[in-house]
């Protein structure tokens, strides 16, 4: 039997051999695979499959370890490789199966969503929007900007630019993408589009100040 890497109520793992992380991050995927397919069975079984909605979706990209399909940087990064991840809802009873939707949503939206199904409205004010009429009429989503902080790193996206900051001893790297043209994040247009640069990068600092002002933070 393997040894436990993670214990209750502790931070971190523990050391692995080198060798085998990439059977066990294989292993840890197959065994998701099978629970999600557990759950899926049981709600067959017990007629409640079509009637119920069913979210599968990450917190981030892949470390790594894990491949990102393409896309520039991992798990943690500012670049899309550690934020950008599929998402698959299923619901029978009211959202056709099969369908492909490229609009830009968030964890934090799946809340409002949920509420919006069961006729409700969230207590206080949140962040997150309900995204129900896209699903079931694929109606598009309000244009808004997209923020993220982490460590060192931060990036804004509006529309289809994406602005990222990344700070070291040396001071900043900003860097300004296309997603549109460049979903890679190769071809950096901070140089050539400085107005657009600077109008980003002022929306990222007060954003940065109205959510952390106040506010303990858990995780740097």
């Not at 931070?11 to 840890?28: F, L």
């Not at 943690?76 to 029978?92: K, M």
């Not at 929007?129 to 598009?140: D, G, R, T, V, Y």
């Amino acid at each position: 039997m393997d040894k436990v890497l993670r214990e209750v109520g502790t931070a971190g793992t523990q050391e692995v051999i080198q060798d085998s992380i990439a059977s066990i991050y294989k292993e840890m995927v197959e065994v998701m695979d099978e629970g999600v397919g557990k759950i899926i069975q049981s709600l067959k079984e017990t007629g409640q499959y079509e009637n119920t909605i069913i979210v599968f979706i990450s917190d981030n990209g892949a470390n790594h370890y894990g491949n990102n399909g393409g896309l520039r940087g991992f798990k943690g990064g500012a670049y899309e490789g550690g934020s950008r991840v599929p998402a698959i809802f299923s619901f029978p009873k009211e959202i056709e199966g099969g369908g492909v939707n490229d609009q830009t949503i968030l964890s934090m939206d799946l809340l409002p969503t949920l509420l919006d199904f069961i006729g409700k409205e969230p207590s206080s004010s949140i962040d997150g929007i309900s995204i129900k009429e896209n699903l079931l009429e694929q109606k598009k989503l309000p244009e808004r900007d997209v923020f993220f902080a982490y460590g060192n790193k931060s990036f804004i996206r509006s529309g289809d630019w994406k602005l990222v900051v990344i700070e070291d001893k040396t001071g900043e790297k900003i860097e300004l993408f296309n997603l549109s043209e460049d979903l890679q994040e190769r071809n950096d247009l901070h140089s050539k589009e400085p107005d657009l640069s600077n109008r980003l990068l002022k929306k990222l600092e007060t954003w940065a100040v109205e959510v952390r002002e106040g506010v303990d933070l858990v995780s740097r």
